[in-house]
């Protein structure tokens, strides 16, 4: 499957590491420019000279997803740069994981306010361009835990959950305007979001999962380059679950 994403534009959230980083060099290999952002300057620089050097054109805006007005800053720094916007991949995301009756209410608020919150700010500031370019691909990063639920994280599961709900919405708001908006859902991948899980949750979400195996990052970011391509245009409002079949015996 060749997916050429040459003179498009892509803003990934979250792209200093992890899931996000390999998203952006996944796009930036297709041929797109791509907008780096996170909070952490020095992570979002290390992968844009990876980018830089196998020839990828980039930037890094670091950015606070869940600042409404740091938001603007950042889309206004792609739009002076490269003038459009073609591709965001809301993916930023956090965890504060504990059980619910001990969750503190500011663990649940940030919870809710980079996951969810963020991905709001990004799309709605990311909208303008796209309905005036009548073109647009929009992907948020949710979780099979929005599916399924999860102890310990009722605030990571209700904000994935409503990004799903968001996704659909956002769909049927833009479908007419040449712009899809759907959701990739990751199972249990290998970043540092899960490298501090004990092994003995690691083992037990092993056991569970057919292809037996964790995810790669690498396997999520096929999986938004094809729901950012032309192979995807007739798709939105969808989301695509990438869990090695965690989920299919639940
Ligand atoms: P990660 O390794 O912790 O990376 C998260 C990225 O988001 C970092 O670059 C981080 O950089 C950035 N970020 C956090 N808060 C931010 C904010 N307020 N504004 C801007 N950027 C922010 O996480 P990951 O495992 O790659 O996960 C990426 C996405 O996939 C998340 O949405 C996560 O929920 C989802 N997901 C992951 C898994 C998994 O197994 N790993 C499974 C399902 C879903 P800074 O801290 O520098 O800002």
Redesign the pocket.
Known sequence: MTIDLRNQVALV????????SEIAMSLANAGAKVAL????EA?LQSVAETIRASGGDCFAVP????DSAAVDMLMNAVMERWGRLDILVN????TRDMLLLRMKEEDWDAVLQ??LK?AFLCTRSALKPMLKQRFGRIVN?T??IGLTGNAGQANYAASKAALIAFTKSVAVEVGSRGITCNAIA????E????AGLSDELKQKALERIPLGRLGL?KEVANGVLFLSSEMAAYITGQTLVVDGGLTTGL
Do not use: E, L, Y
């Open positions: 959230t979250g792209a200093g590491r992890g899931i996000g952002c996170a909070r952490t992570n950015t606070d997803v869940s993916n930023a995301g956090i980079v996951n963020g990063v979780s099979v990751p199972g249990f991948i970043t540092d979001m899960t990052s």
